[in-house]
Nanobody
Framework: QVQLVESGGGLVQAGGSLKLSCAAS????????MGWYRQAPGKQRELVAI???????NYADSVKGRFTISRDNAKNTVYLQMNSLKPEDTAVYYC???????????????WGQGTQVTVSS
């Protein structure tokens, strides 16, 4: 079974830092783009940051200069370093990966279970 397992969420004061990790496991042929999304209460899920297998990154304007996405292709793991956190960063953060699976045609879009990040003022 293919899955994404996230870790690193928690409670932090404004101005603090957290680092999220997400590891893909299972019967995977290839992992393409990996990214982080977030969903705050009453709001739609939004893209935070994404990184291709070649290392090209893209960020939401609201996190540019504060968050850094990176990945370890050998471990099929993506990270999100979050600095200078603000209360408005409070949300459930979801890992996402586009994968090629040996048992499925085309690209599979896989989500993690989500990890809560709470920033207190």
């Amino acid at each position: 079974q293919v899955q994404l397992v996230e870790s690193g969420g928690g409670l932090v004061q404004a101005g603090g830092s957290l680092k999220l990790s997400c590891a893909a496991s299972g019967n995977i042929s290839r992992v393409d783009a990996m990214g982080w999304y977030r969903q705050a209460p009453g709001k739609q899920r939004e893209l935070v940051a994404i990184v291709t297998s070649g290392g090209i990154t893209n960020y939401a304007d609201s996190v540019k200069g504060r968050f850094t996405i990176s990945r370890d292709n050998a471990k099929n793991t993506v990270y999100l370093q979050m600095n200078s956190l603000k209360p408005e960063d409070t949300a459930v953060y979801y890992c996402n990966a586009k994968m090629i699976l040996p048992t499925t045609w085309g690209t599979s879009n896989v989500w993690g279970q989500g990890t809560q990040v709470t920033v207190s003022s």
